[in-house]
């Protein structure tokens, strides 16, 4: 017959289990802190999608911009071109800033619902809510900001396209956006900012797709070069160059 346990005496195959937990738990901690950098580096390194040819020198051409804040990466389009008048379909592009101007420009991002409503800088970000991001992941917003003629800079880059890469960024823009029942008007929301504007959006925001993802899949979806994973605001800017740069002068 075996002998009972002592109370109070652990077991030394638990002790081991709980060893065992521990080193499983970091080596995890590690590949997201070590690996998943090293992989967005790498994909967002390596050309992944079927370009379009841009035209630049054809008659019929749009002028986009991609912006970045070093975080997150946006895509500015004109409010009204030939081939598209966005106030369609965000109905805040009909709407006057606190000075009375119109916007000529939106910038166009996708990002996390909470993180866009609740969260107005990094540090107000809780522990549990990055957590549940990554781990679970979590439902998606469609941000818009409004400008005024927006200057180029190196993180607002100017990019001439032709008009049929300008339709295909339309379509998939449009693509993340839910249908809006006839006769309705697509529901405005209020955020962390409060001169843009917030409208729901298909997807889920997980690590593996994140806002620069879904900006770098859009402008692929174009036929714009750019890499195969972009998780970062990083791997979107360095395929799109400076204004002024030889690259940039012959788009």
């Known amino acids: 017959m075996a002998a009972a346990p002592v109370p109070g005496v652990e ?6 289990r709980l060893l065992r937990g521990a080193l499983i738990v970091l080596a995890v901690l590690l590949a997201l802190v070590v690996g998943y ?21 054809a008659p019929q051409t749009v002028t986009i911009m991609v912006e970045t804040n070093g975080t997150h990466t946006g895509i500015i389009v004109p409010v009204v071109s030939a081939s598209k008048d966005w106030r369609e379909t965000f109905p805040s592009a009909s709407q006057a800033d606190e000075l009375g101007r119109m916007p000529t420009h939106l910038s166009i991002g996708w990002g996390e619902r909470e993180v866009f409503l609740n969260v107005p800088t990094w540090s107000d970000l809780k522990a549990t809510t990055a957590l549940r991001i990554a781990t679970v992941g979590g439902d998606p917003l469609m941000r818009v900001s409004h400008y005024v003629r927006p ?16 339709e295909r960024l339309v379509a998939a823009i ?10 309705e008007t697509r529901q405005i929301l209020s955020g962390t900012y409060v001169d843009d504007a917030y409208y729901d959006a298909k997807g889920s925001y997980t690590l593996a797709n994140t806002c620069n993802t879904w900006v770098g899949n859009a402008l692929a979806e174009a036929g714009i070069e750019m890499g195969m994973w972009t998780p970062f605001a990083g791997g979107v800017m360095k395929w799109i160059p400076e204004p002024g740069t030889a690259e940039n002068r012959e788009t």
């Open 11 to 16: 077991r030394p195959g638990i002790g081991r």
């Open 37 to 57: 950098p090293l992989a967005a580096w790498v994909g967002s390194s390596i050309p992944g999608h079927e370009t379009v040819k841009s035209e630049a020198a």
């Open 151 to 166: 200057g180029a800079g190196p993180n607002h880059r100017p990019l001439e396209i032709s008009l049929l890469q300008y």
């Open 174 to 183: 449009e693509d993340a956006l839910p249908p809006v029942p006839a006769g």
